[in-house]
């Protein structure tokens, strides 16, 4: 509630204020070593903080600084948030930007082989993508180019969006519509006879 005064307070040794709430003052605070303020809410300073070695911020929420943050080792930012910097950073080898979000650069990237951009979100580069073989557009969104789709082997466009070429459809036997939208044509139609059956769907 407040400053105590003079005698112990309630809760143990006197201090200015609770370092839970604010500064403390003086003697040890109820909570452990003297702090300006807990790392959890911002910088420590002087003595070691209550959360472990002090730390300018803590890593999950921005940069540390001078000595280990509490998370790991020291980074520039989380390589959830950004880019790290120097060391290595707290969820594996240091990459530009965590592959989940955008490209990684010169190291593995976290999910796995580096790709210019996450299978989940568009095309993959020189490597071999997360989800599989490397594919023009994850088979969720669109075509698949050159090798066998994610989802199976490779179509023009999933079966769950339309017609597939070539190979047994996902769902089973190629057909010119997924059964869940439409009827199943036949098993090993040809491209020709496939948009014939679209054209005449249509």
């Given at each position: 509630c407040g400053p105590c005064v003079?005698?112990?307070?309630?809760?143990?040794?006197?201090?200015?204020?609770?370092?839970?709430?604010?500064?403390?003052?003086?003697?040890?605070?109820?909570?452990?070593?003297?702090?300006?303020r807990c790392s959890f809410c911002g910088p420590c300073v002087a003595r070691p903080c209550?959360?472990?070695?002090?730390?300018?911020?803590?890593?999950?929420?921005?940069?540390?600084?001078a000595r280990p943050c509490l998370c790991g080792p020291c980074v520039e930012r989380c390589?959830?948030?950004?880019?790290?910097?120097?060391?290595p950073c707290l969820c594996g080898p240091c990459v530009e930007r965590c592959s989940l979000c955008g490209p990684c650069v010169a190291c593995p990237c976290l999910c796995g082989p580096c790709v210019e951009r996450c299978s989940f979100c568009g095309p993959c580069v020189a490597r071999p993508c997360l989800?599989?073989?490397?594919?023009?557009?994850?088979?969720?969104?669109?075509?698949c180019v050159a090798c066998p789709c994610l989802r199976g082997p490779c179509v023009e466009r999933c079966s769950f969006c339309g017609p597939c070429v070539a190979c047994p459809c996902l769902r089973g036997p190629c057909v010119e519509r997924c059964s869940f939208?439409?009827?199943?044509?036949?098993?090993?139609?040809?491209?020709?006879?496939l948009l014939s059956l679209s054209s005449h769907a249509l």
């Open positions: 003079a005698r112990p307070c309630l809760c143990g040794p006197c201090v200015e204020r609770c370092s839970l709430c604010g500064p403390c003052v003086a003697r040890p605070c109820l909570c452990g070593p003297c702090v300006e209550l959360c472990g070695p002090c730390v300018e911020r803590c890593s999950l929420c921005g940069p540390c600084v390589s959830f948030c950004g880019p790290c910097v120097a060391r989800r599989g073989p490397c594919v023009e557009r994850c088979s969720f969104c669109g075509p939208c439409g009827p199943c044509g036949l098993i090993s139609v040809s491209l020709v006879h």
